[in-house]
């Protein structure tokens, strides 16, 4: 056997569990959840074997733009206690495996989505990919406090996106639902970077709180969680859906109206004692998993 | 901080080598199979 010169194999050396937490698994499970709803939700039963593929590619573009943004971010997460430990800061990965990993991840997905499903499946895939990369990373996120306001529209796409794989084209419900998630996206990352604000502020990222205060912050969370409930109540309320739904949308916007509300009552600086942030952060991602739970079983109990 | 020993470095490199060629080997059965299942499936909805 020959020896391995060890600079060089760095770049090989990535092991398979590398490769997966640079697709941000966690943040991937949420957008497939959604667009499996999307998908679900749909007027036109799609064939489980193309739903299936439209799921996966859902996944993998979500999985391609996560690696591409930890690719192009490898400074600000090394920066971070929170990111310090992923595969590219910490040195477990080399640059050109990320980036070929995510720009192949990304590349194939459209394709298989267009050849399974349709085209414009596909080309909003390939737009969402595009926009948290080159929009959001790479323009947004280093310039502006308004970075995940705009930002969000990416990770609203996937509703969209199942929605349009299974029906072909756009109608007002999945519109609603990219713009319950466009919406959703403020509060709920406001409040974590209220908690984390020395991280981002360590980075020079300039989140809300980094640039404006936590004040601001918190008036700010209330003040985007009121357009975020009438988007959720929308569909409802247009008859677009039936009460299963409805009565999810009410109870669990009333509970994140209150919940904004002890946020914007909170006068605490300092992370340990900012709890309402912390129980809003939480119960913002179970929000969006049972609204979009009931929203499909509405579909398929009511309609 | 000791350094590390090359023979275990190296056992370590050809581990992760393996652990990622077995990978591969999954994900391209698994995309022949998905390709195989979505022309018979296209095919079925066009009939």
Same mark, same amino acid.
């Given at each position: ?19 997966? /937490? ?57 920066? =971070? ?8 800061? /910490? ?38 990919? #595009? ?7 790479? %323009? ?22 199942? %929605? ?12 609603? #639902? ?11 990352? %406001? ?15 300039? =989140? ?27 569909? %409802? /309320? =247009? ?34 004692? =900012? ?27 009511? /309609? | 901080? *000791? ?10 490199? +050809?581990? +992760?080598?393996?652990? +990622?060629? +077995?990978?591969? !080997? ?10 195989? !299942?979505? *022309? ?8």
């Amino acid at each position: 056997m020959t020896s391995l010169p060890l600079a060089r194999d760095r770049a090989i050396t990535a092991s398979s569990s590398d490769l997966f /937490a640079l697709t941000k698994p966690r943040v991937m499970s949420l957008v497939v959840f959604t667009g499996l709803c999307g998908l679900l939700a749909a007027p036109v039963a799609i064939h489980p074997v193309l739903g299936f593929a439209a799921v996966l590619c859902i996944a993998l573009g979500a999985g391609g733009a996560g690696a591409l943004n930890q690719w192009y971010e490898v400074d600000l997460d090394s920066a =971070m206690k929170r990111t310090a430990n992923r595969p590219l800061p /910490a040195g477990r990965m080399s640059h050109q495996t990320a980036l070929h990993f995510g720009v192949g991840l990304g590349v194939f997905s459209v394709l298989l989505m267009g050849l399974a499903t349709n085209y414009l499946a596909a080309a909003i895939l390939a737009i969402s990919i #595009l926009f948290y990369v080159l929009v959001y990373t790479v %323009w947004l996120k280093r310039r502006t406090a308004q970075n995940i306001v705009i930002g969000g529209a990416a990770g609203a796409f996937p509703p969209l996106i199942g %929605w349009v794989a299974a029906t072909g084209e756009i109608s007002a419900l999945p519109v609603l #639902l990219f713009a319950i998630i466009f919406l959703w996206t403020p509060p709920h990352f %406001w409040a974590l970077s209220l908690f984390v604000k020395s991280d981002y502020a360590k980075a020079g990222v300039p =989140m809300l709180p980094v640039v404006a205060g936590v004040t601001t912050t918190r008036r700010h969370i209330l003040l985007y969680t009121l357009p975020m409930v009438a988007a959720a109540v929308a569909p %409802w /309320a =247009m008859g677009l859906t039936g009460w299963i739904y409805g009565f999810a949308a009410i109870a669990l916007n009333a509970l994140f109206l209150i919940l904004a509300l002890f946020v914007l009552a909170n006068r605490a600086t300092e992370p340990a004692r =900012m709890r309402p942030e912390k129980r809003l952060f939480a119960f913002s991602i179970l929000y969006l998993f049972v609204l979009f739970g009931a929203l499909v079983a509405d579909r398929w109990l009511v /309609a | 901080m *000791t350094p590390q020993d090359p023979g275990s470095e190296q056992d370590s490199i +050809r581990k +992760r080598q393996r652990d +990622r060629a +077995r990978l591969m !080997a999954l994900l391209l059965g698994g995309f022949v199979v998905l390709m195989f !299942a979505i *022309t018979i499936a296209k095919m079925s909805i066009n009939q």
